[in-house]
């Protein structure tokens, strides 16, 4: 069955420092990938999307890789501020597929 | 307004008891999804419509669970004979879908179902 992994335990890091997340998929073959931030109590909120024939995509302080043979993307937060804490779940999807599989997310705490 | 909005924002239930979650998805958007996040879990798909109808039901965890959409717009999911298992997040989220295009989805705040 199809199946998303991103890491479970919560990744603290240091203001200022690059945060690196990464989302690992298995018998999927998406044609995009999609990452999202969501906040406690809230909605998650659209950040980036990167198609399956692109290996990068930059958007300000965040960068996003896409491996299709190794089935896996990472996502970046350069220059990280305790605003970026937050839940992040990345999310697959096929080509003009309606059903978009949202991994569990990743925990994200920058401090100060 | 300039978002998906969901009502009630949380709602205290009584097990048996059936509920009504509402969505409203952004002006245009001809896709609405419905998930269910339970504590510290990833999204749990629901249904999709495109327009008013609904050809993924696949993620309806039991007949208790349905929902419709009217006149393109507003969607209703009800949830009958609620069980305590059915304590979690509902989030809606709609998107425009262009032909074989990425579906970005917007979601709205959610609502907290609490069934005692």
């Known amino acids: 069955s199809q199946k998303i992994e991103q890491n479970s335990e919560a990744l603290n890091i240091q203001e200022g420092k690059t945060a690196t997340l990464t989302c690992n998929y298995t018998n999927y073959s998406p044609a995009y990938l999609q990452w999202y931030r969501q906040d406690p109590g809230r909605g998650p909120v659209f950040l980036l999307l990167i198609r399956e024939n692109e290996k990068e995509k930059r958007k300000e302080r965040l960068k996003v890789t896409f491996d299709t043979t190794l089935k896996q993307s990472l996502f970046h937060i350069t220059a990280s501020q305790p605003a970026d804490s937050a839940t992040y779940l990345c999310?697959?999807?096929?080509?003009?597929?309606?059903?978009?599989?949202f991994g569990a997310g990743t925990r994200l705490f920058v401090k100060a | 307004g300039a978002g998906v909005s969901q009502s009630p924002s949380n709602k205290v239930t009584e097990k048996g008891k059936d509920v009504e979650l509402r969505c409203d998805p952004i002006?245009?958007?001809?896709?609405l999804y419905w998930y269910r996040q339970s504590l510290g879990q990833g999204l749990e798909f629901l249904i999709y419509?495109?327009?008013?109808?609904?050809?993924?039901k696949s993620g309806l965890p039991s007949d208790r669970f349905s929902a419709e959409r009217t006149g393109g717009s507003v969607s209703t999911l009800t949830i009958q004979r609620t069980q305590q298992e059915d304590s979690a997040v509902y989030l809606c989220?709609?998107?425009?879908?262009?032909?074989?295009?990425?579906?970005?989805?917007?979601f709205g705040p959610g609502t907290r179902l609490l069934v005692l």
């Open positions: 999310a697959l999807d096929h080509t003009g597929g309606f059903k978009t599989i």
């Open positions: 419509f495109q327009g008013n109808s609904a050809p993924d």
């Open positions: 002006s245009g958007h001809t896709a």
């Open positions: 989220a709609s998107s425009l879908i262009g032909s074989g295009g990425p579906s970005t989805q917007y």
